[in-house]
């Protein structure tokens, strides 16, 4: 099993930066490919980006790239999203979740992932 907790969700301003840490416990983190989905109200979960288990392998969505930075710490069994120049359209609960070992690398889909954080809810005023 793996754990998985996110955090640094709040209220901040467009154009602002916020950075969410993703700190996973559990068996083997190091080798989970590990991804962010946000989840807007009354929309589908929509994949975010996703980063190997050595961190020299990345995959962002299209329309978030420039914007939106993963990468991780294995040491410290973390994982993060940077975020800047937000806008009120990211306002979402963003998850972060460890994709099931023999899936597609950096996998975008849902079902390709196996263990889920509960969330943290980032608001974007303007």
């Known amino acids: 099993q793996v754990q998985l907790v996110e955090s640094g969700g709040g209220l901040v301003q467009a154009g602002g930066s916020l950075s969410l840490p993703c700190v996973a416990s559990?068996?083997?983190?190091?080798?989970?490919?590990i991804g962010w989905f946000r989840q807007a109200p009354g929309k589908e979960r929509e994949f975010v980006a996703a980063?190997?288990?050595?961190?020299?392998?990345?995959y962002g969505a299209d329309s978030l790239k420039g914007r939106f930075t993963i990468s991780r710490a294995n040491a410290k069994n973390t994982v993060y999203l940077q975020m800047n120049s937000l806008k009120p359209e990211d306002t979402a609960v963003y998850y972060c979740a460890a994709q099931y070992n023999n899936a597609r690398f950096l996998g975008q889909a849902l079902r390709e992932y196996e263990y889920w954080g509960q969330g943290t809810q980032v608001t974007v005023s303007s």
């Open positions: 559990g068996r083997t983190f190091s080798r989970n490919t």
């Open positions: 980063i190997n288990w050595s961190g020299d392998s990345t």
